[in-house]
Nanobody, 123 residues
């Protein structure tokens, strides 16, 4: 599986961005998909995940109510809609895929990673 993330950019605080992650592979619908982020000088952290069936979504507390993860299995694409952005959301955002039906926040459990897209939120 190859993952290609896009949609990052510079936005003012309070603004919105939508990240996309296009995946290759015919079994995309069977993968758990996740978004992670890494701010300068910090470790990579979990942001959101979605089960293969789109029935279950998971978020880290700091983005609940502001970010929405979704997927379109017909387009092999997962999205991260980010609203009410804050300067502390500034980071490189990575999408990841896990060969499992069980979502997890543990980045070590993900098998494939995209190249990352930079999100910068100005105050």
């Amino acid at each position: 599986v190859q993952l290609q993330a896009s949609g990052g950019g510079l936005v003012q605080a309070g603004g919105s961005l939508r990240l996309s992650c296009a995946a290759s592979g015919r079994t995309f619908s069977r993968y758990v998909m996740g978004w992670f982020r890494q701010a300068p000088g910090k470790e990579r952290e979990f942001v959101a995940a979605i089960s293969w069936s789109d029935a279950n979504t998971y978020y880290t507390d700091s983005v609940k109510g502001r970010f929405t993860i979704s997927r379109d299995n017909t387009k092999n694409t997962v999205y991260l809609q980010m609203n009410s952005l804050k300067p502390e959301d500034t980071a490189v955002y990575y999408c990841a895929a896990r060969r499992s039906t069980i979502a997890t926040m543990n980045l070590e459990r993900y098998d494939y990673w995209g190249q990352g897209t930079l999100v910068t939120v100005s105050s």
